[in-house]
């Protein structure tokens, strides 16, 4: 631990940091075997509203339905999961979103950025944009600078956040 000259520990997360970790922390719950995405929604005053992964719709067996990336589509989990995204908006405390941030692990595909939009979000903290040469993200693109809503990748201020379940000796 750093301390500042008063004592104040000065090695704490930033807001960026702590949302963006939420996020990554919440995509551990997705049983997804290649892509565990997060998603944070915070609103104006710093608090957390609203938090998601990717996985299946409620009720929707992950036993059952498939994971294969390849195959034929209704053999593959894409018409099946749920985006982080979707999932945090969904999942979020009833109210308003308008001019919320949304914080996620990869630049958000065209159909969630229609559903960021459509909930009033003003901001996306992304932090890999893996697919930026997919027209799925190129359409999100599109969208977003037309509707207003800032993006900007986040460049973490340390590269690990670690938890501890039990207490330091």
């Known amino acids: 631990m750093t301390a500042t000259s008063n004592g104040k520990r000065s090695d704490y997360l930033s807001w960026d940091d702590y949302f963006m970790a939420v996020a990554l922390l919440s995509a551990q719950r997705s049983k997804d075997p290649n892509t565990q995405v997060g998603a944070c929604i915070v609103n104006r005053q710093k608090r957390i509203v609203g938090v998601g992964y990717n996985g299946f719709p409620t009720g929707c067996s ?5 994971w294969c990336r390849e195959g034929d589509f209704l053999d593959t989990k894409y018409p099946y999961v ?14 308003n979103l308008t001019d919320c ?20 979000i003003r901001e996306v903290v992304y932090l ?21 809503v800032a993006c900007r990748q986040l460049m973490p201020a340390s590269p690990v956040v670690s938890i501890q379940f039990t207490e330091k000796e």
């Open 62 to 66: 992950d036993d059952t339905l498939p």
């Open 82 to 95: 749920c985006h982080a995204e979707l999932n945090a908006i969904l999942n979020s405390v009833p109210g």
């Open 101 to 120: 941030h949304i914080y996620t692990a990869l630049f958000p595909c065209n159909e969630c950025a229609k559903v960021i939009i459509q909930a009033g």
């Open 128 to 148: 890999s944009d893996k697919y930026a040469d997919t027209d799925s993200v190129r359409a999100s693109r599109r969208m977003f600078d037309q509707a207003g």
